[in-house]
């Protein structure tokens, strides 16, 4: 059996053979090339993960900047629609309430109506430019020639009148908007009724 004395012996004595360098280079070459190795998998991890961390703030910086754009603007639509006058009057007034729901003044603001009984037009009309403050509503009135014919038709349910408000405005941090609002005659409650309403960006 050998003891450590003489396997202590034999290293010394291959060290110091001819075969002895090449094997020592051999294996430092190879813990070098694995050492290098792990650092390599070591560094591309911590860009990959830096990398990752820099699209999640940016990410997160687009959320809020979004946020604030949603909440920092005006919010502009039709609040109220009523006749104004009787049933049996030859020119109903038709009045529409304009409403800013936003937080933000609504700048050049135009208002297109349009109402028709069947295929009849019977307004049609585009109001100029104006500013809508939030809390401040402005209202909108127009007359619809209305006849016996057309009176008795809407009570007979033959022919529906349906109309439709078209907003467009512009908020002061940027962005064009419009709205569209629709609405029709209730026969039963002799007045007019919102059908449908959505806002969308304009391009």
């Known amino acids: 059996m050998q003891t450590p004395f003489d396997l202590w ?23 070098y090339t694995i050492v290098t190795g792990i650092l390599l998998s ?10 990752k961390s820099a699209d999640a703030a940016k990410v997160s910086a687009d959320i809020a900047r979004e946020s604030f754009a949603a909440t920092q ?10 006749l104004e006058n009787d049933f049996n009057a030859e020119r109903w007034i038709l009045m ?21 009984l069947g295929d009849e037009v019977l307004l049609d009309v585009k109001e100029p430019p ?3 403050f939030p809390r401040s509503p402005s209202q909108f009135r127009g007359e619809i020639p209305v006849n016996r014919r ?12 349906t109309g ?11 962005g064009s908007f419009e709205h569209r609002t629709e609405f029709k005659f209730n026969m039963q409650r002799q007045g007019f009724e919102i ?7 304009r391009i």
């Open 9 to 31: 012996t034999a290293f010394k004595a291959w060290t110091a053979s001819a075969s002895a360098p090449v094997w020592i280079s051999a294996v430092a070459t190879i813990a």
């Open 42 to 51: 070591v560094t591309k991890g911590a860009s990959r993960a830096a990398s």
């Open 73 to 82: 603007r005006p919010y502009v639509g039709i609040s109220k629609t009523r």
């Open 96 to 116: 529409l309430q304009l409403d800013n729901f936003g937080s933000l003044p609504a700048n050049d603001v135009t208002l297109t109506v349009r109402v028709a």
């Open 130 to 132: 104006i500013e809508i």
């Open 150 to 161: 057309s009176r008795d038709s809407l009570s007979e349910h033959s022919r529906v009148m």
């Open 164 to 174: 439709s408000a078209v907003i467009t405005y512009d908020a002061p941090l940027g």
């Open 195 to 201: 059908t449908a309403a959505r806002t969308s960006t």
